[in-house]
């Protein structure tokens, strides 16, 4: 697992390879945000870069405490 503070202004990344069915697949973890708003504001924002890039998006899942 890789941690990372990425020059795009999100906070804390974590990056982790895995293999599933035979493919490559790459789970980002991004947070911690203390406004839910602003959680899925930012969820937004990497949906986007990710789809100008031509990258699909598999799923999100936000967690609430």
Do not use: H, N
């Not at 906070?11 to 945000?33: E, H, N, P, S």
């Not at 969820?43 to 799923?59: R, S």
């Amino acid at each position: 697992q890789t941690c990372a503070r990425p020059s795009s202004g999100f906070r804390a990344v974590f990056v982790k390879k895995q293999q599933l069915v035979g493919r490559t697949l790459y789970r980002i973890r991004v947070g911690a945000y203390s406004d839910k708003q602003e959680a899925v504001e930012v969820g937004q924002k990497i949906d986007q870069k990710m789809a100008e890039k031509g990258i699909k998006v598999a799923g999100r899942v936000m967690k609430q405490k």
